[in-house]
């Protein structure tokens, strides 16, 4: 009877071993998986490389949406210019600061800055110029970006001023 004993006490040494080799070896395969994934998702320069391009991707995507969702603008260059003129003469700095293009967050707080630093015969000459003044166009980049020189009424130039189409808008990129 005594062997007999030692039979089940010897399965059951054998079925723990068994048992713990398995788990160690699940342990393993858990482990290196996990550290493959971690190597290809976020580790490796491959993994860093696209999260960069992930993160271009969204940023330009939001530069986009902010030309998107723009209604500020004309169809044309020249009805751009002349709602900028509009905006100027009722002295709102504001809107005549949405005609500019936005810098890389939208914002357009630079243009509004330049607006509001100007006194009134700065914004009156400004205003004639536009009015008054001949645009030339010199130079035109497809369908996308017009550069005028404008000149006043004594045939000087008084200012060069570039516009861009934002897709369905023209705004003012430089003046």
């Known amino acids: 009877m005594e062997i007999q004993n030692n039979n089940t006490n010897s399965e059951k040494i054998v079925g723990k071993s068994y048992i713990k080799h398995i788990l160690t070896l ?3 395969i ?5 550290g493959y994934w971690s ?3 976020y580790l490796s320069p491959l993994a860093k490389i696209n999260a960069e391009e992930k993160q271009r991707i ?3 995507d939001k530069y986009l949406d902010i030309f998107r969702n723009d ?3 004309g169809q044309t260059p020249q009805e751009t210019l002349d709602l900028f003129v509009e905006a100027l003469e009722k002295g709102d700095m504001e809107l005549a600061s949405k005609y500019f ?3 890389d967050d939208g914002s357009v707080d630079e243009w509004r800055k330049g607006l509001l ?3 009134n015969e700065q914004i009156s000459g400004a ?5 008054k003044g001949r645009l030339v166009l010199v130079n035109n980049i497809g369908d996308k970006i017009v550069a005028f020189e404008l000149y006043d009424t004594n045939d000087e130039l008084g200012a060069y001023i570039e516009l861009a189409n934002s897709g369905k808008l023209w705004k003012i990129r430089s003046l």
């Open 26 to 28: 699940l342990v393993m």
């Open 30 to 34: 858990i482990v290196v998986g996990g």
């Open 39 to 41: 190597w290809n998702n």
């Open 58 to 60: 969204e940023a330009y």
């Open 71 to 73: 209604t500020y603008g």
């Open 101 to 103: 293009m936005q810098d």
């Open 117 to 119: 630093a100007m006194n």
């Open 127 to 131: 205003i004639n110029l536009i009015r």
